[in-house]
């Protein structure tokens, strides 16, 4: 069974690259028995709720400077399906396994085959899934896109230690008044998984979600920045990060060393997007006090708002370069957590 400390009324699934990978990587740690010498690579967790409530559904054609950067794009399928098979093979291009994380009709996936990839990015209805819904969904056979906070949890019970995303969330604008904080930061403080991420969406509270952050113990290490990275937006030089890192087997370092004093605990490691697609931050902020002022307006609340936020946004004049920045960053924090993922099994 997978994994082998699960109950057999809640299945779980894993594809075989995916479970061999697991179970080679298990028996180098020492977990299993000896035997078979380790033949496992390594493994890069992916989540699956931008793929169900992020990504257009309908194909897309991408600009010359687009396909010149990422020729493998595929403009004539679903763009979110489009954008999760360019994801996983940016993993394999550097050696590791992707496992992107979804429940499809009740079970839990770790690592999709192309049809259920296909399903679940067709799937009109597919929830969005968080750490307090999975229960609900495994039960009742439904099917949905896993969040950064439900993703991780899953990964780290399967014994993944990497997982790339997009941008993380974190505590909403208005918090005082809302107090609308995303799972994300209680399942990164609370699970073994370093998440590799463009940083922090623009639409939060940024100043108060590093103050979050820190006060849950989240190490937050810049790769080549030492400042905050905004997902689509440049850096802000004003959030000063406490530490950073020049290449991967730096970041594996100060991760490793992280695990041996709180093994339990969750780190983040944070790339800017990629500089031919960031976006000025105020043609993003403008678009943005438009996409909240409609959200105050309509009174979207809970799950609901950061989906709709960033459709508003992808809505805006800027939503085709945001769609670009948005799958070029994606692309880049899968290669850099395979890269990592690599260098936590270097001796
Ligand atoms: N990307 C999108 N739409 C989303 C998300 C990502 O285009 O909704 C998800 C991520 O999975 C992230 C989650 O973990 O939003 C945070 O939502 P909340 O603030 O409700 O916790
Ligand atoms: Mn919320």
New binding site residues.
Partial sequence: MFPHTNDARYPWKATDEVAHALTAGARAAGRLGEGQPDDGHPVVAL?S??LT???PREPRSMSAKFMAAFPEWDPTIAANLAAAKCVESAVRSRGAVPATIALIDGCVCVGLAHNELAQLCANENAK?V?LRDMGSVIARSESGGT???ATAAIAARAGISLFA??G??GVHRGWSHSLDF???LLAIATHRILVVSAGVKILLDLAATMEALESLGIPVIGYRTTSLPRFTVAPDPTLELSTHVRDASEAAGVVAAHWSVRPSSGALLMQPCPEAFVLPAQRTELALSHALAEATRQGVRG?A???FL?ARLADSGDGQEMLEANLALLFANAALAAEVASALRAP
């Fill in positions: 989540e709720t931008v409530h992020g990504l969005k968080s969040t950064v906070a995303t997009g993380i969330g995303s799972a994300d799950s708002t950061t989906p960033l």
